[in-house]
């Protein structure tokens, strides 16, 4: 059974910066491609970036240009670098294999972003 384990967050003036982790374990990591999620208070869980298996990557337009995913294979981690936060990016962030999400999802970090 897969577990999911994100670290990273934390409070964070706008325009600043964050790397947030995510190590997998109990399954064949490098096979699925992987996502980075979140979710703000009252709203639902959305995706903001993805990585297939071979690192191609993909970005919600709010985040384009601002978050980079990452993986590396052999730490069964993928990563998500933060820059010019803002307000609107203050979420749990959640990571999960993508397309179609584990029905297990980790604790999540809490990324808040506020002067």
């Known amino acids: 059974q897969v577990q999911l384990v994100e670290s990273g967050g934390g409070l964070v003036q706008p325009g600043g910066s964050l790397r947030l982790s995510c190590a997998a374990s109990?399954?064949?990591?490098?096979?699925?491609?992987m996502g980075w999620y979140r979710q703000a208070p009252g709203k639902k869980r959305v995706l903001v970036a993805s990585?297939?298996?071979?690192?191609?990557?993909n970005y919600a337009d709010s985040v384009k240009g601002r978050f980079t995913i990452s993986r590396n294979n052999a730490k069964n981690t993928v990563y998500l670098q933060m820059n010019g936060l803002k307000p609107d990016d203050t979420a749990v962030y959640y990571c999960?294999?993508?397309?179609?999400?584990?029905?297990?999802w980790g604790q999540g970090t809490q990324v808040t972003v506020s002067s």
């Open positions: 999960n294999k993508n397309p179609t999400p584990w029905d297990y």
């Open positions: 109990g399954s064949i990591f490098s096979i699925y491609g």
């Open positions: 990585i297939t298996r071979g690192g191609s990557t």
